[in-house]
């Protein structure tokens, strides 16, 4: 699993795949359908190279580079932990979150796609389950909450066996919050803090419905 590489293990450069509104966080696990040929070469290359993709989201705040879309300087590493390919020639991947990165320079392309170097170093504390400080209770009230509002389903029995630390990342993956709001929920120093940061999130989009929200299925 992702979670058990040592920081020894893990590369400093690596390629990257920005996407808006998709975040990974250590300990969660990302499906992903790959079709651009850029990123088919990307998956190919990392499948020979560690299996390592750090996801990104792209920074609205900043003008597009020579490269791309400016992108946050925080991301999370995955490693390819499940791969199949379709018969249209599609991949479909599964990223088990590692840790998080700061991009310190990004690196000539490769093969179309974009790669990075960057410091791991700050985010050692990611390579451990840390559960201490979570607020289980008040967490799964407010998320009961936030579901009724939403017109969402869940499967509560798989939501009951997740871990303290897989059910934060789990659900500040899933849940619809905005780009910039999912980055805040990535940046949080501690497990704890993010999970105070989720309940804040929940709490408040339970009383702001959109009512052009379709209905969603979570498990």
């Not at 991009?103 to 559960?131: K, N, Q, T």
Request: hydrophobic letters at 40%.
């Amino acid at each position: 699993m992702g979670r058990s590489l040592r920081a020894a293990q893990l590369p400093t450069e690596f390629p990257i795949f920005p996407l808006p509104g998709a975040v990974l966080l250590p300990g969660g696990k990302l499906p992903l359908n790959i079709f651009e040929p850029r990123y088919l070469k990307m998956v190919e290359d990392a499948l020979g190279e560690g299996r390592i993709i750090g996801m990104v989201q792209p920074d609205p705040a900043h003008g597009p580079t020579p490269t791309g879309p400016a992108v946050y300087r925080i991301g999370c590493l995955g490693r390819i932990t499940s791969f199949s390919e379709t018969d249209d020639g599609r991949f479909l991947i599964t990223l088990t979150g590692v840790t998080r990165y700061q991009i310190a320079v990004e690196l000539e392309m490769r093969r179309g796609y974009r790669r990075v170097r960057a410091d791991l170093s700050r985010f050692a504390g990611d390579l451990e389950p840390d559960g201490d400080g979570i607020e289980r209770r008040d967490l799964l009230d407010a998320l009961r909450a936030y579901f009724q509002v939403r017109g969402f389903d869940a499967n509560w029995d798989a939501i009951n066996d997740m871990p303290d630390p897989a059910l934060v990342a789990t659900l500040s993956m899933v849940c619809p919050f905005e780009p910039l709001e999912k980055q805040a929920l990535l940046e949080a120093p501690t497990t704890a803090d993010r999970a105070q940061a989720l309940l804040i999130l929940l709490r408040m989009d339970a009383h702001q419905p959109d009512p052009g929200q379709y209905k969603h299925s979570v498990s």
